[in-house]
């Protein structure tokens, strides 16, 4: 009853995505300040899916008028992802496309002034007008990058790429969810909640708080 339930959830998922593409995209990758690729084409429902490198980069949906700085409606914020040493950041940064307008997006790192640099790309930009070209251009005037308060618009989604200290097939099929956000001054910390077939953080805590509280109830 279950697995039929399961397969069933399954083969629904797979026929919504049936023409859904997840695009990825690295960002920061030989420690180039730039996305690779910064252009790419999507369809509505394609998941862009960013990678990051070190060291310490984010991705921030922009308009083309203001270049470094947030889109004013809607968007989405990867908050910073450090990386110590080499290889990618835990987790990748997942973002649904619902239309095929021309989509902005930058790093809003300033060490190194990043956006300012070229750190930044589109998604279905159009090849004459308002280009990626043109966006990096007018970044090289912005005194320097802004970015949300906190992370949204996407969903952090454990790397199965990035040097793994649980194995690839459990990293493959765990997947992550922001919860909560608090920016306080430079710093952003990240609340997720984690879901995966063997689900055994929460299990174990559940019961550990289960257990607690019947102790508490048994002692009074
Ligand atoms: C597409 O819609 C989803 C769900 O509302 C949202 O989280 C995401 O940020 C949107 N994508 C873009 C590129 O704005
Ligand atoms: C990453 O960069 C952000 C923005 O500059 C900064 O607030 C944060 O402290 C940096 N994290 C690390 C670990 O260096
Ligand atoms: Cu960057």
Known sequence: MRATTLATAAVV??????NADTIRIDVGQNNALAFS?????????????????????????GDFDTPCAPAKTG?????????????????????K???TDPIFFYCAQNTFSHCKSG??????????GNTLAAY?????????ASNPASVFGGSLV????SSPTTSAAAAATTSCTVTSNSGGGNGYKRSTTCTSGAGSVQVSLGIVAAFTFGMAILMS
């Open 119 to 128: 750190m930044s790309g589109v998604v279905n930009g159009p090849s004459s």
């Open 158 to 161: 454990a790397d199965a790429s």
């Open 136 to 144: 990096q251009s007018a970044a090289k005037n912005v005194k320097s």
């Open 37 to 61: 690729p910064d252009s790419v084409t999507a369809k509505v429902g394609d998941i862009l899916d960013f990678h990051f490198h070190a060291i310490n980069h984010s991705v921030v949906m």
């Open 97 to 99: 496309v619902n239309s």
């Open 13 to 18: 998922a797979l026929a919504s995505h049936a």
């Open 75 to 95: 968007g989405f914020f990867s908050g910073f992802m450090p990386v110590s040493g080499s290889g990618e950041a835990d987790e990748s940064f997942q973002v």
